[in-house]
């Protein structure tokens, strides 16, 4: 493998090259026209204009990208995360081009790409579900007697869905008919498949994930897990590792039904298995990511593995260099997406120029960006401007970093979600680990950021009042003295 083509931009594309650069792999970047003077087309050995600046008229192209592929003589197509990451019929035909798709086959994409497949596919390895109907719902009133049986409130959920789209809590059976229509609908709008099934809806969860690597030699291991709890709409904003909850022994149980859960669908390559974790600290198996996930940095933090390179061995044939027992956790680490979004305004997008772009560094502190000072975030793209990672020997020592580094970042020119973060880490619930996914609808509210800004505002005034009082004190002592000296010396003068 001498050359690879990463289908994606920002930040991630950047990350891959950096992996391959490492290990000798000359690196292709595509981009659109907004992207033109991006630092990862610049850090690139080859960068190809792929379309303008919408993703489907540029980075969804995968017809065309394939001819890139052909031109350039490249050897793999590595896909990042998001545009055509987990879409089977790319990597299909990336594979039939003569072309190595870094990721799972197709067919386990297709497997996992749906719930309800994912579902039945780890039913067999007698995987914990959360209770609910086995299939699509097809009678409407079989399904009510369902979640009569199951207990309200439930969740009624798209097949194809992801990012809380297509998903609808019903508290009682009088809601059941208008809640199951708007998740149908808004199913069939934001994926083209309006299959919903029910689960019990388990109140105050956490988000747990467990990372997966498996070659073609047979060998599966789990790495460890990630702590995926605060988000906003449901989508994450701040990951850790490991989670502050998990036992040593839930642990393990988690990571072997995750093991087994990639073994249900033959997967090779690096994946991601997610459960939900309910206050009793029982787990049940969400769904499964078919390829890199944003916050795998901080498992990269606390196994010491470089999980891009994983996957380039794992699909260049190699045999993973380790085993399960040589896998150990150390110290803690914790990552928060800093987007361009306005937590004053619900997290809206805030798109503008990057007046001023000055990342933290200093030690325990890692940046993935793919900005520069002056560039515009563009309106077409997901609005993330870095990840921002810590690591310490342990979590109080991560969170002190990262806070650290929440101050030494620099922006200005649009809103972020930086003070938010920092808002979260200093939050009593965040630091005693006793949160879950509810985190911002419980104690997050805009004017708080408002507030924290009025305290630290007024403490700094307080400082500089204080300084100020004690450079004066200082200034009329000196002043006082030399007074007294000058009046001595004129004395002794006119007396000599």
């Not at 040593?248 to 690096?270: F, T």
């Amino acid at each position: 493998m001498n050359k690879v083509l990463i289908a994606n931009r920002g930040e991630i594309a950047l990350r891959i090259m950096r992996s391959c650069k490492e290990m000798g792999i000359n690196t292709v970047a595509i981009y659109s026209e907004a992207d033109r003077n991006a630092p990862f087309v610049k850090y690139a050995d080859q960068a190809v204009c792929i379309g303008p600046a919408p993703s489907n008229q540029s980075y969804l192209l995968g017809d065309k990208i394939i001819e890139v592929c052909k031109k350039l003589n490249v050897d793999a197509v590595h896909p990042g995360y998001g545009f055509l990451s987990e879409n089977p019929d790319f990597a299909k035909k990336v594979t039939d081009a003569g072309i190595i798709f870094i990721g799972p086959s197709p067919r386990a994409m297709e497997i996992m790409g749906d719930k309800l497949s994912a579902k039945a596919a780890a039913k067999s390895y007698n995987i914990p579900m959360v209770p609910g109907t086995d299939g699509e719902i097809s009678d409407v009133e079989q399904a009510k007697k369902t979640a009569v049986n199951v207990g309200f409130p439930i969740l009624i959920k798209a097949s194809a869905g992801g990012g809380g789209k297509g998903m609808r809590i019903v508290e009682n059976l009088d809601e059941f008919d208008e809640q199951m229509k708007l998740a149908v609908s808004e199913a069939k709008s934001a994926f083209g498949n309006g299959a919903v099934f029910i689960e019990r809806y388990v109140s105050g969860p956490r988000h747990i994930e467990i990372q997966v690597l498996a070659d073609t030699h047979g060998n599966t291991l789990y790495l460890f897990e990630r702590e995926c709890s605060i988000q906003r709409r449901h989508q994450k904003v701040i990951e850790e590792a490991p989670s502050s909850v998990l036992t040593p022994e839930i642990r393990e149980a988690m990571g072997k039904c995750a093991v087994d859960v990639a073994l249900a669908c033959n997967y090779v390559g690096a994946g991601t298995v997610e459960f939900l974790l309910d206050e009793n600290k029982n787990f049940y198996f969400l769904e499964m990511n078919t390829r890199l996930q944003v916050e795998h940095p901080v498992t990269e933090m606390i196994t010491g593995l470089d999980l891009v390179k994983e996957q380039i061995k794992i699909a260049r044939g190699e045999k993973l260099s380790f085993t399960q027992s040589d896998l150990k956790i150390s110290g803690h680490s914790i990552e928060i997406r800093v987007y361009a979004e306005d937590p004053r305004n619900n997290f809206l997008p805030d798109i503008g120029k990057l007046i001023t772009y000055q990342p933290p560094n200093g030690i325990g502190i890692r940046v993935d960006d793919g900005f520069e000072q002056g560039m515009d975030i563009p309106i077409y793209y997901d609005p993330m401007i870095s990840k921002l990672i810590s690591h310490g020997k342990d979590r109080s020592e991560a969170i002190e970093r990262m806070l650290r580094a929440i101050e030494d970042y620099k922006i200005s020119g649009v809103e972020t979600t930086l003070q938010f973060c920092k808002f979260v880490l200093k939050h009593d619930a965040f630091v005693s680990g006793n949160f879950d996914t509810h985190f911002v609808k419980k104690y997050f509210s805009p004017e708080l950021l408002d507030h924290n800004s009025i305290e630290e505002s007024e403490i700094a005034a307080i400082l500089v009042a204080k300084l100020l009082n004690e450079k004066s004190k200082v200034s009329n002592q000196n002043h006082n003295s030399e007074k007294s000296t000058n009046s001595n010396w004129r004395y002794n003068r006119l007396n000599n």
